[in-house]
C-alpha cells in the first residue's frame, strides 16, 4: 500500500499477548516515534518497555530484503516456483505427511488463517505446528477437557475487579507488565485486594504479593487438588452450581481427597501453615481470579496443572463472572489467534475439532477443498524428530527460531540441517534457524504488516502498516497463497488483500455454527475495505445478526445465555458497525451451558504425582524463562540499545547456599550442562532463587553469545495431552568456568569473530558493548583489541599491568573512540553505561582519551551505574543516590528522576533498591 508522510497510525504491539494498543507517529522526515493508545481497551495508554522502544526496531540493519537460493538472490518468481515444485513432487513421491509447516504466534491471523488452509485443506496433511505449541498447549488442552472448547471464560476487567488474585508461575511484572500495572493501580484503588504468588522464584511480581508461595516445580497439581479437597471439606463448594452445570465431580473429590494436608506439604514443599493460609483465603473470598502462564503450562504435567486449577473455580462457581475465573494469559501477540484459524496440529479452524468427522466435512465443503486432513497431524516436538529421521522431507518455517526456542535446540538444529528441503520466511538475512535454509523468503515486519491479532481476553486488533515494506519483502499471507497458486490451488488462494482472508475466516466462524461453537465472528462476513481499515478492537463472539447465543438443542429451562457482559446483563448482539468498539466485555460459563454434549464442564479427577528429575550426576533443576526487556530470540529486542543495558549477557541465578555449596563467586562465569550440552553464562548469586535451584533465561542465541543457547539444555520430554515441551524442569549441574582472564569492550563496529572462550554482545547507543572471558591469560592484549574494533587506520592508547593482570585499550579515529578494551584478572569493574557512552562523545584532548584508557569518568560525571529504567536511562546509583537524598517511595523517585513513571516495569526494582537502602541505614 501507498504510506504517507506525516501522520499517526494506530496498530497493536507486536510481543506479548497482553495485545496493547499503540500509536505510531511518523514525523515529515520519516522519523517514527510510539507511544501508548488511550483508547484502545486493553492498555489505555499504557505500554512496557519493550513495546514503549519499538521505534528503535525497525531499522532495515539486518534485513532480509531479496529472495535467496542456496545463499545466491534470487527472484521471487524463481524462489516461489522451486518452493511449490518442491512440495508437490515430495507429496506426489512421498505422500502429504512427508511435507510441514512449522508457524508462529508472530503471524497475523490472516498469514496463519492461509498456512492451515494450505497444509489441512489441500495439502491433506495436519503437519502445521506453530511455535505456541511451547507456550500455550496444555491451557487449549486444558480448557477443551473441561469446557468442551478452547474458550477464556473472562477479560482484563476482571483483574480490576478481583478481591483476590492468584499468580501461578507467572511472572507478571516483567512478562506482562501491562496487566501487572492494571493490577496495581487497582489495587492503590483498592487496598483491600488480596495477591498470592504461586513460584518457585520470588520475582519482581513477588513485590505486590501479600503472599508468596515459594512451591516445588512441578508442585502446582498438588497444590490445587489439595485445595479442591479443603474445599470439600470446609463447606466451601457451590453445590448449585455443581449440580446444574458440571460432571464429574464426585470422582475429582474423591481422587483429590486421598492426599491430606501433610501429604500436600510433601509434594509442594510449602508448609501446612501456609497452605492452610491460602486455601482458606480462596475458599472465603468469592471475586477470585487465577491467573497462569508459563509455570503452569510449560510441564510434563502441565494440562493437569490447568484442570486443578479449573476444578477450584467450577466447584466454587467463579467463573465467567465479574471479577472471578481461571485466567491463561498468552506469551505471544497472536498465539490466540493461531488457535482461532486452528494452526496447531491437531485442531480445525474456526475453533472445530479434527477428531470430528462432521467438523472436518463441514470444513472441507466450505473451502471446496479436494482433500482434508483425516487426524491431527505431527505436535512441534514429533515434528521435528520426523524431520531428523527423515519422514518429513520438505519443511516450510515462518517467522520462527526453532533453532534457539525448541527443546533439545542441538537435535533440532541437526535435523533441519539434514532435512533435503528447508524454507525460511523471515525479517533478518542471519538467524540461527535462517543460516540452514535452503530458500529463503523475505517478509515484512512489524510496522508493514496489514492484519488481525487476538489478545489473550478474546480481543481482536489491527495491526497497520506505516512503512513501506523495504526491498522486496512480500507479506506472509502472499507468499502462501502464490505457493498455493503454483501448487495448483488458485481458486481457492485468490485473496489479493488481507480484508478478503479475514471476511472468509470470519464467514467460516459462522458457518453452520448457530451457536455450537464459542468462536463466531461472522458480524464480519462481509466487512469491506474501509471498514476493516477502521475496524475497532473488539471482543469475539461477535456473532450476525439472528444468530443464537447458545448451543441448538440445548436442555430446556435454560434462562441465560452462556454470554454474561458486565452487571449480569445477556450479551452477545452484534457490533453497531464493523468500526464500533465494544463497551461490555463478554465472558462464558456463569450459567454454565459449556461446549460439551450435554452442556455440562468436566471436572477432571486428578492424582497428584511428584517426579524427581535430579540424579548424582545433576543435582539441580533448571528452571528456563524471559527477562524483562527481551523477548523470544531477540531477533527485534537485540536491535534496540535501550533494551540491551538491562541485561545485557545470558546468566543463570542461583542461591547463595548454592553458590558456596559449588564454589562460585556473583559475577563468575559458570558452566551449566545437562545430559544434552552446556552453555556458559553470568553468575548472579541471589535469595529470590529457590535452593537446589537454577534459573537462566532462554533469549541468547549465536548472534549474540559465544555458548548461550539455554535450550541446547532442555529435554524433548512433554505433557501427554497437550505435546507441549517441560522446559522448567530440568536436571542440570553448574560448575565454575575458571577464567584466566576478564574482559569488557566497547566498539563502533558490531564485532564479527572473537577468540574468547566467552562472549556476549549487545548494542548500545553509537555501537555494541562485549562481555568477555578467557580460559588463559598468554594473550597479545593490542592484537586482540585491533580484531575486535576493526579498525586498522586509529590510534591506539594503552596501559599494561602485567604482574596485575590489568590491560586496557583504547583506538580512536579522528576525534572519536573507535573502541576501548578493559581485561582484568576478575570479573571487570569499569562502569558499562558510562564506556558505552563514550561512543558517541568527542575525544578532542588526550586528557580525555586517558580517562577512557583509566576506565572512569572525571568527578563533574557521575557514574549512573546498572540501568534500572530502560524508559529514561537511569542507573542504579543515581536511585540509591536519591534515595539517600530523601526519596523514600517509588514515587518519590519517579518525581525526581521519572524512573518508574513511563512503563512502570521497573517499579519492583526501585522498591528493592529503597528497602535495600533502609536496611542499610538500619545497620
Not at 584532548?845 to 584508557?853: G, K, L
Not at 526519596?887 to 526494582?909: M, Y
Amino acid at each position: 500500500m501507498e504510506i504517507d508522510a506525516a501522520r499517526e497510525v494506530r496498530t497493536t504491539c507486536p510481543y506479548c499477548g497482553v495485545g496493547c494498543g499503540v500509536l505510531a507517529k511518523i514525523a515529515a522526515d520519516g522519523q517514527v516515534s510510539v507511544r501508548g493508545d488511550p483508547d484502545h481497551p486493553a492498555n489505555f495508554g499504557r505500554l512496557c518497555s519493550k513495546g514503549s522502544a519499538l521505534a528503535e526496531t525497525i531499522d532495515l540493519d539486518g534485513r532480509l530484503l531479496h529472495p535467496q537460493i542456496h545463499d545466491r538472490p534470487a527472484g521471487w518468481n524463481e524462489a516461489l516456483d522451486i518452493v511449490a515444485s518442491t512440495f508437490r513432487h515430495t507429496i506426489a513421491e512421498h505422500g502429504p505427511d512427508a511435507v510441514a509447516f512449522y508457524v508462529s504466534g508472530q503471524l497475523l491471523t490472516e498469514d496463519y488463517y492461509l498456512a492451515n488452509k494450505l497444509m489441512k485443506g489441500f495439502v491433506g496433511s495436519a503437519n502445521i505446528d506453530t511455535n505456541s505449541r511451547l507456550c500455550m498447549a496444555s491451557s487449549v488442552a486444558g480448557h477443551r477437557r473441561a469446557f468442551g472448547s478452547d474458550t477464556v471464560p473472562g477479560t482484563y476487567e476482571d483483574l480490576e475487579l478481583a478481591d483476590l488474585i492468584v499468580l501461578v508461575g507467572s511472572n507478571l511484572a516483567w512478562c506482562h507488565p501491562v496487566l501487572y500495572q492494571r493490577i496495581a493501580a487497582a489495587r492503590e484503588k483498592r487496598p483491600e485486594m488480596k495477591v498470592v504468588l504461586v513460584d518457585p522464584r520470588r520475582t519482581m511480581t513477588s513485590d505486590i504479593a501479600d503472599m508468596h508461595l515459594a512451591i516445588a516445580p512441578d508442585g502446582d497439581v498438588a497444590l490445587f487438588t489439595g485445595l479442591l479437597a479443603w474445599l470439600g471439606q470446609h463447606n466451601a463448594l457451590e453445590r448449585a452450581y455443581i449440580t446444574a452445570h458440571t460432571a464429574g465431580f464426585g470422582q475429582a473429590l474423591f481422587a483429590a481427597s486421598t492426599l491430606d494436608l501433610a501429604g500436600v506439604a510433601a509434594a509442594t514443599g510449602l508448609s501446612e501453615d501456609q497452605l492452610s493460609r491460602f486455601y482458606s483465603l480462596f475458599a472465603r473470598t468469592e471475586k477470585t481470579v487465577t491467573v497462569y502462564s508459563q509455570g503452569v503450562n510449560q510441564s510434563s504435567q502441565g494440562t493437569d496443572k490447568v484442570n486443578a486449577i479449573i476444578n477450584c473455580h467450577l466447584a466454587t462457581g467463579r467463573i465467567g463472572k465479574a471479577g472471578a475465573g481461571p485466567f491463561s494469559v498468552t506469551g505471544q501477540p497472536n498465539a490466540m489467534g493461531g488457535r482461532e484459524v486452528g494452526g496447531m496440529a491437531n485442531m480445525l479452524a474456526a475453533h472445530m475439532d479434527i477428531e470430528n468427522p462432521g467438523h472436518r466435512e463441514r470444513v472441507q465443503r466450505f473451502w471446496k477443498a479436494p482433500a482434508i486432513a483425516g487426524e491431527p497431524g505431527l505436535k512441534a516436538v514429533e515434528m521435528f524428530k520426523a524431520v531428523a529421521d527423515g519422514r518429513i522431507k520438505a519443511l516450510w518455517i515462518m517467522a520462527t527460531n526453532p533453532v534457539d526456542s525448541m527443546p533439545d535446540a542441538g537435535a533440532v538444529e541437526a535435523a533441519i540441517k539434514a532435512c533435503p528441503f528447508v524454507v525460511v520466511s523471515d525479517v533478518l538475512a542471519e538467524t540461527d534457524t535462517v543460516r540452514h535454509a535452503h530458500v529463503r523468503l523475505p517478509a515484512t515486519a512489524w510496522g508493514e504488516k496489514d492484519g488481525t491479532v487476538t489478545n489473550s481476553e478474546r480481543r481482536i486488533s489491527r495491526q497497520r502498516p506505516f512503512l513501506a515494506a523495504p526491498g522486496e519483502a512480500r507479506p506472509d499471507w502472499w507468499i502462501i497463497a502464490e505457493v498455493a497458486r503454483r501448487m495448483g490451488f488458485g481458486e481457492a488462494f485468490a485473496h489479493e488483500s488481507p480484508v478478503e482472508i479475514f471476511a472468509e475466516h470470519a464467514a467460516l466462524s459462522g458457518f453452520e455454527n448457530d451457536g455450537e461453537r464459542d468462536f463466531d465472528i461472522s458480524a464480519y462476513a462481509a466487512i469491506d475495505v474501509e471498514d476493516y481499515e477502521g475496524l475497532a478492537p473488539f471482543h469475539w463472539p461477535a456473532p450476525s445478526p439472528g444468530t443464537p447465543l447458545w448451543p441448538a438443542g440445548r436442555p430446556e429451562g435454560g434462562a441465560q445465555a452462556r454470554l454474561q457482559s458486565e452487571g449480569g446483563a445477556q450479551a452477545g448482539t452484534r457490533p453497531e458497525g464493523a468500526s464500533s468498539i465494544e463497551r461490555q466485555p463478554t465472558r462464558f460459563f456463569a450459567d454454565g451451558n459449556f461446549y460439551t454434549p450435554d452442556r455440562k464442564a468436566r471436572f477432571i479427577a486428578l492424582r497428584p504425582t511428584v517426579e524427581t528429575r535430579i540424579t548424582a550426576a545433576f543435582p539441580l533443576v533448571l528452571n528456563t524463562g524471559r527477562i524483562r526487556d527481551h523477548w523470544h530470540t531477540m531477533t527485534r529486542t537485540g536491535k534496540s540499545p535501550r533494551l540491551s543495558q538491562h541485561i545485557a549477557e545470558p546468566f543463570v541465578e542461583i542461591h547463595p547456599e548454592d553458590a558456596q555449596l559449588y564454589g562460585i563467586g556473583d559475577a563468575d562465569i559458570a558452566r551449566v550442562s545437562t545430559p544434552r550440552g552446556d552453555v556458559l553464562v553470568r553468575v548472579l548469586v541471589t535469595t529470590r532463587q529457590r535452593p537446589g535451584s537454577l534459573f537462566a533465561p532462554m533469549h541468547w542465541t549465536d548472534q549474540f553469545a559465544a555458548r548461550g543457547r539455554l535450550d541446547t539444555l532442555t529435554a524433548s520430554l512433554t505433557d501427554p495431552v497437550s505435546g507441549q515441551p517441560a522446559l522448567k524442569h530440568v536436571a542440570a549441574r553448574i560448575e565454575k568456568f575458571t577464567a584466566g582472564a576478564f574482559g569488557f569492550a566497547v566498539t563502533r563496529k558490531r564485532p564479527v569473530t572473537m577468540a574468547a572462550d566467552y562472549w556476549a554482545t549487545a548494542r548500545c547507543r553509537g555501537g555494541w558493548r562485549v562481555e568477555l572471558a578467557f580460559a588463559n591469560d598468554d594473550i597479545d592484549w593490542t592484537a586482540f583489541a585491533g580484531s575486535l574494533f576493526d579498525a586498522a587506520d586509529a590510534e591506539m592508547l594503552a596501559y599494561h599491568d602485567r604482574e596485575a593482570g590489568q590491560h586496557r585499550i583504547a583506538a580512536f579515529q579522528g576525534e572519536h573512540l573507535a573502541g576501548a578494551l578493559f581485561i582484568a584478572p576478575g570479573p571487570v569493574a569499569v562502569s558499562r553505561g558510562w564506556a558505552a557512552e563514550q561512543l558517541g562523545e568527542v575525544h578532542a584532548s588526550q586528557r580525555e582519551r586517558f580517562r577512557i584508557v583509566a576506565g572512569r569518568a572525571g568527578a563533574e560525571r557521575p557514574d549512573a551505574g546498572a540501568t534500572v529504567c530502560s524508559c529514561f536511562n537511569i542507573g542504579v546509583n543515581q536511585i540509591t543516590a536519591a534515595v539517600a537524598a530523601g526519596c523514600n517511595s517509588v514515587e518519590a523517585i519517579g518525581a525526581t528522576l521519572k524512573a518508574g513513571t513511563n512503563c512502570g516495569s521497573c517499579r519492583s526494582e526501585i522498591r528493592t533498591i529503597i528497602q535495600a537502602r533502609r536496611v542499610q541505614a538500619a545497620e
